[in-house]
T-cell receptor, first 118, second 112 residues
Framework: GAVVSQHPSWVICKSGTSVKIECRSL??????MFWYRQFPKQSLMLMAT?????????EQGVEKDKFLINHASLTLSTLTVTSAHPEDSSFYIC??????????????FGPGTRLTVL | QKEVEQDPGPLSVPEGAIVSLNCTYS??????FMWYRQYSRKGPELLMY????GNKEDGRFTAQVDKSSKYISLFIRDSQPSDSATYLC????????????FGRGTSLIVHP
């Protein structure tokens, strides 16, 4: 299957700092990427959809000024958590939407990034 | 009522048991049904994918979809300790509604 990588896999930061998470498609070109957040024992919640060459689309209730998304190229999407607070501690996962990864009808997920804000 | 309901468990079974995992949903527009396995601190990986109703088998895994009852199942035969993980169901429509809706996941523990 298609490969999606994320970096870093785990990050700890101080409250008030910003953290950047990278999502890369390794064997296909991604014009779109989904960004999810997952709290412990909870489902995946779609935060936003990044689009190469245009602005990201945010889901209702997600602060676009706090979660900055940039789709710099066809293989790289980034999520920056600005002025992070302990309540932002979560597992952040990106995924390639259906149809992009080798024509698949399903999503392929990255390995996730665990963010801990002290 | 949530669009997708899934019992979070945990479900604890002995090695070798047959495991049944289930989800119910309310949106009749869903056409694609997926099961993902997620190990602790890892991203979900696709296990099974079914379009519309029916059964699909892949090794020890069988996915069933009953659209009339809005009920999907994943069966694991001869369960192994390595099957211990969280299993997420997901479903989506077609066209513009292809973004999946996920269940909250069922935690499965297979003990030796």
């Amino acid at each position: 299957g298609a490969v999606v990588s994320q970096h870093p896999s785990w990050v700890i930061c101080k409250s008030g700092t910003s953290v950047k998470i990278e999502c890369r498609s390794l064997d296909f070109q991604a014009t779109t990427m989904f960004w999810y957040r997952q709290f412990p024992k909870q489902s995946l919640m779609l935060m936003a959809t990044s689009n190469e060459g245009s602005k990201a689309t945010y889901e209702q209730g997600v602060e676009k000024d706090k979660f900055l998304i940039n789709h710099a190229s066809l293989t790289l999407s980034t999520l920056t958590v600005t002025s992070a607070h302990p309540e932002d501690s979560s597992f952040y996962i990106c995924s390639a939407p259906p149809g992009l990864a080798g024509g698949s009808d399903t999503q392929y997920f990255g390995p996730g990034t665990r963010l801990t804000v002290l | 009522q949530k669009e997708v309901e899934q019992d979070p468990g945990p479900l604890s079974v002995p090695e070798g048991a047959i495991v049944s995992l289930n989800c119910t949903y309310s949106n009749s527009a869903f056409q694609y049904f997926m099961w993902y396995r997620q190990y602790s601190r890892k991203g979900p990986e696709l296990l099974m994918y079914t379009y519309s109703s029916g059964n699909k088998e892949d090794g020890r895994f069988t996915a069933q979809v009953d659209k009339s009852s809005k009920y999907i199942s994943l069966f694991i035969r001869d369960s192994q300790p390595s099957d211990s993980a969280t299993y997420l169901c997901a479903m989506s429509g077609t066209g513009g509604s292809y973004i999946p809706t996920f269940g909250r996941g069922t935690s499965l523990i297979v003990h030796p």
